[in-house]
């Protein structure tokens, strides 16, 4: 075992002995939540929890940011992945990679720059750019996930992921490309996978929140030949299945600047939409 592996064990470990606390106490991003939230993620997973559009059991995920829904709802989609593409490593975590049908699968992890930990070891594939202009060739890949990445496409990714000033910007609309992009180096009939925060409209410089006038622009970019999108809302009482008009005035949980703090112990995004855009 490397000296960042066993380090990368150590933390996890640590923050299993701080569960307790978190369960006593919950508190987003506190000790023990990544082992609190790794354990409800992988239950929902493997209990297909969002399988046939189910609701989520009551008090589902408080306290827990959106990965609780995002996860779950991408994996009840991905019966037959062939060739995928993650974009936004998004995936690239030990505990998602092992399970089926990711584990073993011909995968393709892509962002922009390289992350402290990887697992090429284990036949999976890195490749770091730009996702509004890719390396790929036309009609690549079968499946196409990109799990609240969009929001970030375009905007500031010096301050948390790159430390590079060029990838400063500015430019709301930098998604659109990536979209286009996406339907491009997809196969006919292939399935893309995209998830953003959802509420009322909100610029956070390092990324953005998606109204249903947003949501729109992303179908329309991507031309699927079929679309459908799912909306989940967070309340003190956790996660549910909720309406694009219910969730329509949400808001977010910056937990960089505290905006949007709140005694509902939201973690990040109050709302997240889930689109399924079949090429």
């Known amino acids: 075992m490397s000296a960042s592996d066993l380090i990368h064990e150590l933390k996890w470990a640590a923050d299993g002995l701080a569960v307790p606390l978190f369960k006593l106490r919950p508190r987003p991003f506190g ?12 239950s929902a997973i493997d209990a297909g929890l969002l399988q046939a559009g189910k609701d989520l059991p009551p ?19 991905l019966s037959k992945v062939g060739k995928m593409l993650d974009a936004g490593s998004t995936f690239n975590h030990d505990y998602l990679l092992q399970r089926a049908p990711l584990r ?18 284990d036949g999976y594939s890195y490749v770091f750019g730009d996702l509004r202009k890719t390396m790929f060739d036309d ?10 990445t969009i929001e970030h496409i375009g905007l500031d990714n010096q301050m948390l992921y790159t430390g590079d000033p060029r990838d400063a910007e500015a430019d709301r609309d930098g998604f659109v490309p990536a979209v286009k992009e996406f339907k491009r180096i997809i196969k006919p009939g292939g399935v893309c996978l995209i998830s953003v925060p959802y509420g009322k409209r909100d610029n956070l410089g390092w990324y953005q929140v998606f109204d249903r006038a947003m949501i729109e622009r992303i ?7 079929s679309s459908h999108v799912d909306y989940f809302g967070y309340t003190r009482n956790g996660w549910s299945r909720q309406s694009a008009e219910a969730l329509a005035d949400a808001t977010i949980h910056d937990v960089h600047s505290g905006k949007g703090r709140g ?13 399924q855009l079949t090429a």
Request: net charge negative.
């Open 31 to 42: 000790p023990g939540y990544q082992t609190v939230k790794r354990g409800i993620i992988t």
């Open 59 to 77: 008090g589902y995920g408080i306290a827990m940011d959106e990965r609780v829904v995002e996860y779950p709802w991408v994996y009840s989609r």
């Open 104 to 121: 073993g699968a011909d995968l393709t992890i892509m962002t922009l720059a390289p992350e402290r930990r990887c697992y090429w070891r």
């Open 139 to 148: 009609q690549v890949f079968d499946t196409v996930a990109s799990i609240s």
């Open 219 to 225: 179908i329309e970019a991507f031309g699927p030949t």
């Open 263 to 275: 005694d509902d112990l939201a973690a990040s995004s109050r709302a997240v939409a889930c689109l």
